[in-house]
């Protein structure tokens, strides 16, 4: 694969067998949570590798922007710190390719889709989590913040309605959303506070 020679020859790497199954894990894992201390603990046993390798390749691994890693979203850097982040890739295509997934996987496609597609308009995003949990928080003009969850069916379950009004209730945050907003399939309407919207109709928002 090219993207294997292009990152052993670039960046001299020596275990490319590491090298592999980190790539193909965060590639199948994308729109999840990721900690490298973790992946290390369950992986340190088949491969001869220090945490400090993997931290490496990792930090390759974003250096070609091959995957991105999103934060938590807190006032608390510390916070933001100590928390995984969730993991997206840059082309649905190849994820697709080089993943062990063998469904469709909609749902988490099109998150990823979202994921990249905030990131080419230049918008500061994170995700929230507490009992619920949210996509995308989006950090707009004036920090006014707009709550994101992408759910690709018109069977909307109630754990991704209650986890925008959870954020937007969470002091110090709610008076700062600006728009809980709901992509769905085809479904289109506003209710309880909550824009739901079809993910094709949002994409094609300048």
């Known amino acids: ?15 490319t067998t590491l090298l592999k199954t980190l ?7 994308i729109g999840n949570p990721f ?28 250096d070609i ?6 934060p938590l979203f807190s006032y608390s850097l510390k916070a933001q ?20 997934t063998f469904s469709k996987d909609e749902g988490k496609l099109a998150e990823n889709l979202v994921f990249l597609e905030l990131m080419r308009r230049g918008k500061e995003i994170y995700y929230w989590k507490n009992g619920g ?27 991704e309605i209650r ?10 945050f709610g008076a700062q959303v600006k728009e809980l907003l709901l992509l769905t399939k085809d479904t289109e309407k506003t209710e309880n506070g909550i824009r739901y919207m079809p993910l094709w109709k949002w994409m094609l928002k300048t």
């Open 81 to 100: 710190a100590i928390n995984p982040r969730k993991v997206y890739c840059i082309d649905n295509g190849l994820r697709n390719a080089v993943s062990f």
């Open 23 to 29: 790539t193909k894990y965060l590639i199948t894992n």
């Open 163 to 172: 986890a925008l009004e959870e954020f937007s209730g969470v002091e110090g």
């Open 133 to 159: 949990e949210v996509d995308f928080i989006v950090k707009e003009e004036e920090n006014s913040l707009t709550a994101i969850n992408v759910c690709y069916t018109d069977r909307i379950e109630e754990r």
């Open 1 to 15: 694969m090219m993207i294997y020679r292009d990152l052993v020859e670039r960046f001299s790497i020596r275990n």
């Open 65 to 70: 922007s091959l995957v991105y890693f999103l």
């Open 35 to 62: 900690s490298a201390t973790s992946y290390y603990k369950v992986i340190k046993q088949d491969q001869e590798a220090s945490k400090g390798t993997l931290l490496e390749y990792i930090s390759h691994l974003e």
